[in-house]
């Protein structure tokens, strides 16, 4: 049994790509994924990869919302080790113990470049840090998301991709449901 984790980008998020957890579960049931459980409403599914990659349950997934939901969404899923490796190489312990709702981790699909990077953290006008790990990135908001010019927008903008991010305390709930 190899547990995999898919986080769905913008679904049931400020009113759009509302997708019901239970029937989200029921159609990744239908289409042949096992153990499936979701965390939150937000898009976070565990399940049993059955052998297939990453990057096939990626597809799977994305085509199955799509058909079923009529939503076209990116899906990025990771497995156990991933966001294990995610929680043990976070440079922002302090802010991960006390302030964890505010620290949030960047799913992506491809490595942003240097120069990339460089330019996001250059057009950033308040106190937000970032720091990039391969594919995946963690985001320090110190004086809240809610206001803050580091937008998903621009982030995309600069990284060259979207992506999909989950607060620290999702992030450390998705890696207990993959502990076997």
């Known amino acids: 049994m190899t547990l995999q984790a898919a986080l769905f980008r913008a679904i049931n998020v400020g009113g759009t790509g509302k997708v019901p957890m239970a029937d989200l579960r029921a159609a990744a049931g239908k289409a042949g994924f096992e153990?499936?459980?979701t965390l939150l409403q937000t898009g976070n599914l565990v399940f049993d990869a059955g052998g297939k990659t990453p990057a096939a349950n990626e597809k799977r997934l994305e085509a199955l919302c799509e058909k079923t939901f009529k939503l076209k969404t990116d899906i990025y899923v990771r497995t156990a080790n991933d966001i294990d490796t995610l929680v043990s190489g976070n440079p922002f312990r302090k802010e991960a113990k006390d302030d964890p709702s505010h620290l949030v981790v960047l799913f992506m699909r491809d490595v942003p470049k240097a120069e990339q990077v460089k330019a996001l953290r250059a057009a950033?006008?308040?106190?937000?840090?970032?720091?990039?790990?391969?594919?995946?990135?963690?985001?320090?908001y110190p004086d809240g998301i809610g206001d803050s010019k580091l937008t998903p927008a621009l982030i995309a903008r600069h990284l060259g991709q979207p992506g999909t991010g989950r607060n620290w305390n999702t992030l450390l709930k998705l890696q207990a449901m993959l502990s076997p």
Not at 124 to 140: M, N, P, Q, T, W
């Open 35 to 37: 153990r499936v459980r």
């Open 124 to 140: 950033i006008k308040g106190h937000e840090r970032i720091e990039c790990d391969g594919r995946d990135a963690y985001l320090v």
